[in-house]
Nanobody
Framework: QVQVVESGGGLVQPGGSLRLTCAAS????????MDWYRQRPGKQREFVAR???????VYADSVKGRFAISRDNAKNMGFLQMSSLQPDDTSVYYC?????????WGQGTQVTVSS
């Protein structure tokens, strides 16, 4: 079976940093694109960043210059390095792994930015 698990969330003060991890199993990870989304209660799910199987990256305007997405195919892992965090970044962050035919989602990890 395919599993996608996010980790690394937590509480951080404004201006701080966190690194989220997305661990995938049960797939040939290097053939998949990996996306990060976030969603706050009562809000629409928001695209954050994408890294393709060829390591092309795309960022939402709201995080561009502050977040960096990367992947380590040998470890079947992807990452989202978040810096200069703001209260508006508070959300549950989700990783999704996409092969063009199928997509797999993790359970999410909570990020709270507050002083």
């Amino acid at each position: 079976q395919v599993q996608v698990v996010e980790s690394g969330g937590g509480l951080v003060q404004p201006g701080g940093s966190l690194r989220l991890t997305c661990a995938a199993s049960g797939i040939n990870f290097n053939l998949y694109a990996m996306d990060w989304y976030r969603q706050r209660p009562g809000k629409q799910r928001e695209f954050v960043a994408r890294i393709t199987s060829m390591s092309k990256t795309v960022y939402a305007d709201s995080v561009k210059g502050r977040f960096a997405i990367s992947r380590d195919n040998a470890k079947n892992m992807g990452f989202l390095q978040m810096s200069s965090l703001q209260p508006d970044d508070t959300s549950v962050y989700y990783c999704t792994v996409n092969g063009g035919v199928e997509s797999y989602w993790g359970q999410g990890t909570q990020v709270t930015v507050s002083s």
